[in-house]
């Protein structure tokens, strides 16, 4: 079976790559064409730095009032479905035998994007007579009614054929929203970033460097203000991380500092270099341009602090103590999942000299292998269901 996979594969934020990567390789290892992969929402088709204007739009619909916000984005999503996103799903579903949509924050609706983009992809799928299966996706409430009758739309074209999600806060969001009303209740699966480990080849285990190196994923106070109802302002954030940096320094560890990608992240961390650098040659800034990159810089790490959810999911599965930085509940769902709601610090109310304490308490308390290798073993499973349940749905008459 040619599978392909709607994601947001080449997004600036590397950790949405990485998931991606993670499902298509494993769908092939579980018995999908080779000719299976991701296919980007936003009509993406490589790695990159993003868009120079990104920071500027978003807070410009930051400052919006929530019913001028959402007229304002109508006609770009107009122009945009018309001119790149129809062409490229339809150029891109040539040759496919089934639809995933799959891996992500994909079940929002965040100024009608997602629900924009799902929709054409339903209807071009429709066209075609696809089964369209979601999986290990995660889901938010407070749907607009656009969003909610472009939900319903797609819906009604009936190729959708299974839903599955990441947690079980998404679980009960999506039944809410359209599962338990169209017949399509929600399973739950691992988040397929778990899997990380396996596709890029890392050995998970503790690292051995000596001095420690203490990873700080560095996300934009914009980023967190645009996504979460709740968020530090901008001047305390900035002065808990240096202070962070500044107490895991003086502990005699060394500092990376990095981020996912994301254009508003990486203006953070180049606005904080120069406070950073005055901390000393204890502090480096590696810069990963592709999933992998990543991944490999996370395993590389004696521990992380981050708020970036696959930051701490690949740290979760190479093996690395990690500190998650409170912000969306969507990390938190994830945290409960794997049974590491201890691991949760939030940031500014929690002083950077405590965090580094935390920090150091999660290097001595790793996650036990036998819990991350049965969540990775479910990750993988549930892929092999999503495998299985496509072929089923192509067999039917």
Same mark, same amino acid.
């Given at each position: 079976?040619?599978?392909?996979?709607?994601?947001?594969?080449?997004?600036?934020?590397?950790?949405?790559?990485?998931?991606?990567?993670?499902?298509?390789?494993?769908?092939?290892?579980?018995?999908?064409?080779?000719?299976?992969?991701?296919? =980007?929402?936003?009509?993406?088709?490589?790695?990159?730095?993003? &868009?120079?204007?990104? &920071?500027?739009?978003?807070?410009?619909?930051?400052?919006?009032?929530?019913?001028?916000?959402?007229?304002?984005?109508?006609?770009?999503?107009?122009?945009?479905?018309?001119?790149?996103?129809?062409?490229?799903?339809?150029?891109?579903?040539?040759?496919?035998?089934?639809?995933?949509?799959?891996?992500?924050?994909?079940?929002?609706?965040?100024?009608?994007?997602?629900?924009?983009?799902?929709?054409?992809?339903?209807?071009?799928?429709?066209?075609?007579?696809?089964?369209?299966?979601?999986? /290990?996706?995660?889901?938010?409430?407070?749907?607009?009614?656009?969003?909610?009758?472009?939900?319903?739309?797609?819906?009604?074209?009936?190729?959708?054929? /299974?839903? &599955?999600?990441?947690?079980?806060?998404?679980?009960?969001?999506?039944?809410?929203?359209?599962?338990?009303?169209?017949?399509?209740?929600?399973?739950?699966?691992?988040?397929?970033?778990?899997?990380?480990?396996?596709?890029?080849?890392?050995?998970?285990?503790?690292?051995?460097?000596?001095?420690?190196?203490?990873?700080?994923?560095?996300?934009?106070?914009?980023?967190?203000?645009?996504?979460?109802?709740?968020?530090?302002?901008?001047?305390?954030?900035?002065?808990?991380?240096?202070?962070?940096?500044?107490?895991?320094?003086?502990?005699?560890?060394?500092?990376?500092?990095?981020?996912?990608?994301?254009?508003?992240?990486?203006?953070?961390?180049?606005?904080?270099?120069?406070?950073?650098?005055?901390?000393?040659?204890?502090?480096?800034?590696?810069?990963?341009?592709?999933?992998?990159?990543?991944?490999?810089?996370?395993? /590389?790490? =004696?521990?992380?602090?981050?708020?970036?959810?696959?930051?701490?999911?690949?740290?979760?599965?190479?093996?690395?103590?990690?500190?998650?930085?409170?912000?969306?509940?969507?990390?938190?769902?994830?945290?409960? &999942?794997?049974?590491?709601?201890?691991?949760?610090?939030?940031?500014?109310?929690?002083? /950077?000299?405590?965090?580094?304490?935390?920090?150091?308490?999660?290097?001595?308390?790793?996650?036990?292998?036998e819990e991350r290798d049965r969540a990775v073993a479910d990750a993988h499973a549930g892929v092999a269901m999503l495998q299985d349940a496509?072929?089923?749905?192509?067999?039917?008459?």
């Open positions: 079976m040619r599978v392909r996979v709607f994601n947001v594969k080449y997004s600036p934020n590397l950790g949405d790559g990485l998931l991606s990567e993670c499902l298509e390789q494993t769908l092939i290892d579980c018995g999908a064409a080779p000719d299976t992969w991701s296919v =980007d929402l936003a009509g993406r088709t490589t790695f990159g730095a993003g &868009s120079a204007n990104r &920071s500027a739009q978003m807070r410009v619909l930051d400052a919006c009032p929530a019913p001028l916000r959402r007229l304002a984005v109508r006609a770009p999503l107009a122009i945009q479905s018309r001119r790149v996103w129809r062409p490229h799903y339809r150029q891109a579903l040539d040759g496919a035998d089934g639809v995933v949509i799959g891996g992500g924050n994909l079940m929002t609706d965040l100024d009608l994007n997602f629900p924009t983009k799902i929709g054409l992809v339903v209807e071009e799928a429709a066209r075609r007579g696809l089964p369209v299966f979601f999986h /290990g996706c995660g889901a938010a409430g407070n749907w607009s009614p656009r969003g909610r009758a472009l939900l319903g739309k797609a819906l009604r074209h009936g190729v959708i054929k /299974g839903v &599955s999600v990441r947690d079980e806060r998404s679980r009960r969001i999506w039944n809410d929203l359209a599962g338990t009303q169209s017949g399509l209740e929600a399973t739950l699966v691992r988040d397929p970033g778990l899997l990380a480990a396996r596709r890029y080849r890392v050995a998970p285990g503790r690292q051995t460097n000596d001095p420690p190196v203490i990873g700080l994923n560095v996300t934009s106070q914009l980023a967190l203000r645009y996504h979460a109802e709740q968020a530090p302002d901008a001047a305390s954030l900035d002065a808990w991380y240096i202070a962070l940096a500044r107490a895991l320094v003086a502990r005699g560890n060394r500092v990376a500092v990095f981020t996912n990608g994301s254009p508003e992240d990486r203006a953070c961390a180049q606005r904080l270099e120069p406070a950073f650098r005055a901390l000393g040659s204890a502090v480096s800034f590696p810069d990963p341009r592709t999933p992998e990159q990543l991944v490999h810089l996370i395993a /590389g790490l =004696d521990a992380l602090a981050a708020f970036r959810m696959h930051a701490v999911i690949a740290a979760y599965a190479c093996g690395v103590p990690f500190l998650a930085l409170a912000w969306d509940p969507k990390l938190d769902a994830f945290l409960r &999942s794997v049974g590491c709601e201890d691991r949760l610090c939030r940031p500014v109310r929690t002083s /950077g000299e405590a965090a580094a304490v935390r920090l150091r308490d999660a290097m001595q308390r790793p996650v036990p292998t496509i072929a089923q749905a192509l067999r039917r008459p």
